[in-house]
């Protein structure tokens, strides 16, 4: 099992910078990808990023491309997200997740998830 405990969520406006992290713990010597997620009120969870387990690949949903990054350091067991530029469609609760292996970019691909923390761009 692996726990993710996400942190950094918070109000700002339009144009400002946050940067969400996440926290693994428990079997965190596999090798897992790991993802960032997010939720609008009423709306599905949709993938925003995801990086492998070495780091050398990241992959990114088009509307985010060029204003977020995600990262890791697997000698902390922490996976951040630097989110740029937010705008008020950003507005979510962003989820962390760990994944063996990444094939759909959708939901069912992650095995672990964190409780989310909220993003809220006023305009």
């Known amino acids: 099992q692996v726990q993710l405990v996400e942190s950094g969520g918070g109000l700002v406006q339009a144009g400002g910078s946050l940067r969400l992290s996440c926290a693994a713990s428990?079997?965190?010597?596999?090798?897992?990808?790991m993802g960032w997620f997010r939720q609008a009120p009423g709306k599905e969870r949709l993938f925003v990023a995801a990086?492998?387990?070495?780091?050398?690949?990241?992959w990114y949903t088009d509307s985010v491309k060029g204003r977020f990054t995600i990262s890791r350091d697997n000698a902390k067991n922490t996976v951040s997200l630097q989110m740029n530029s937010l705008k008020p469609e950003d507005t979510a609760v962003y989820f962390c997740?760990?994944?063996?292996?990444?094939?759909?970019?959708?939901?069912?691909?992650?095995?672990?998830w964190g409780q989310g923390t909220q993003v809220t761009v006023s305009s």
């Open positions: 990086i492998s387990w070495s780091g050398g690949s990241t």
């Open positions: 428990g079997r965190t010597n596999s090798r897992y990808a």
């Open positions: 997740a760990a994944a063996r292996t990444i094939v759909t970019y959708k939901p069912a691909d992650f095995d672990f």
